[in-house]
């Protein structure tokens, strides 16, 4: 929440944040009254109706059904029109692209994943893969509010830059603006995130790690990346490249050109060859994360002993990881995404034993361990979210249209 000496001073400023301060109520309780609208806001009837006729003017909410609560004659709801603007979330992994597209209310209307071999691509063949699917996406919708793009590495949020992807093996990517010039959408509604930390937003807002101000996102693939939240306020820059955490000193070579870094450990790679021989199905190329983890899960519930035994490894070296960030950071709850989440009835003894093996922070009950709610759908909503939060933020870069009576 802004603190008063972040509030805006002028009109306009003040007026865009009350466009904002209803979109957003409408977003998280869906259709309300004028009247409830006032009362959820703090801004007067008068004020809330001018509201709700510039938010209409802009196509950005319609009339919904009647209020029957309170006194007096029922009241026309106003909610959020569903399909008038959209984001797009691309998302890129070693293994993957895809794309998620979400409308002004949150809800996700496509989702498209297409495994591949991202290194074997190459940065420019892979943009060619991400503006295709943005074109696919853009020919179903009408209005795209924006663009967000998540990536394994780091990135510079400022110039749309990957500064580094090892597991991508990028350096120095100007992916904005190589996917402006490829779909010819503006710059400046392109934005590139790494994809930990959007996807740990995503949890933030209305996943397993909602309503909590300390948390570490974990998220589990090739690698392990983390989106590190405390006081609400996400932490950026190079702090989520927690993979590279040199946890082994002597420990298997990196892609980054160290050793033992936390991700050698805890990637799925390493994981699947310790539960399963070369030619095994957990490791046919043709399938992607989720269904190697499928795999893995069944084997796990029947039963079989190598599995477990892979499993409770993970856990422990898990473990090993979330100790030192639990000093770190002391969260209150360590959210297992990727394909640690639906793994997490296994994983979270062994990681358990560890924080209370390597971490001061156990002495106090330590984090909570959960798994993500929104699993491997996670970094494309995030990446989602993203795109179309500039407009939440402020609702008047939707264009005016034609007036349209909203009932009082």
């Known amino acids: ?89 691309l998302e890129v992994d070693e293994n993957h692209v895809g794309a998620t597209v979400l409308d002004l209310a949150g809800t996700a209307t496509t989702r498209r994943r297409a495994a591949c071999d991202v290194r074997a691509l190459g940065a420019e063949r892979t943009l060619d893969e991400l503006a295709a699917l943005v074109l696919a996406a853009r020919s179903e919708v009408d209005d795209v509010a924006g663009i967000a793009v998540a990536v394994p590495g780091l990135v510079d949020t400022a110039t749309g830059l990957v500064r580094v992807a090892p597991g991508l093996r990028w350096r120095g990517l100007a992916l904005a603006d190589g996917l402006a010039a490829r779909t010819g959408f503006p710059l400046d509604r392109i934005v590139v995130g790494n994809d930990a930390n959007l996807a740990a937003l995503a949890e933030a807002d209305d996943g397993a790690a909602r309503g909590c101000s300390d948390v570490v996102f974990l998220l589990g693939g090739m690698g392990v990346g983390a989106g590190l939240i405390t006081g609400g306020g996400l932490i950026g820059g190079a702090a989520g490249e927690v993979g590279h955490l040199s946890l082994e000193p002597t420990g298997r070579p990196c892609v980054c050109g160290r050793r033992g870094c936390w991700q050698t450990a805890v990637g799925i790679d390493p994981f699947l060859h310790s539960l399963a021989g070369p030619g095994d199905l957990v490791h046919d190329p043709s399938l992607d994360l989720a269904q190697r983890t499928a795999i893995v899960r069944r084997r796990a ?44 009835e296994w994983l979270a003894e062994p990681v358990r034993a560890e924080l209370a093996a390597r971490s001061v922070t156990a002495e106090t009950g330590g984090p909570r361990i959960v798994a993500s709610r929104l699993g491997f759908t996670a970094v494309g909503t995030g990446a989602a979210q993203a795109a179309i939060r500039p407009l939440l933020d402020d609702p008047t870069l939707a264009p005016a249209g034609a007036p349209v009576s909203v009932e009082a």
């Open 301 to 344: 519930q029947d039963g079989d002993r190598r599995v477990l035994d892979a499993l409770v490894q993970l856990g422990a070296a898990l473990g090993h990881g979330i100790a030192v960030l639990a000093d770190l950071l002391d969260p209150r709850i360590v959210v297992l995404g990727g394909y640690f989440a639906p793994l997490r």
């Open 1 to 89: 929440m802004p603190q008063p000496s972040d509030r805006p001073t002028d009109r306009a400023g003040v007026r865009r944040a009350n466009l904002a301060l209803l979109v957003r109520l409408l977003r998280r309780h869906g259709g309300l009254s004028r009247a409830q609208l006032a009362t959820l806001s703090g801004l007067s009837k008068a004020t809330v109706s001018g509201l709700v006729a510039e938010l209409e003017i802009r196509e950005l909410v319609q009339a919904g059904g009647r209020h029957e609560g309170g006194q007096g004659r029922p009241g026309q709801l106003v909610e959020l029109r569903p399909r008038g603007h959209w984001g797009i979330g």
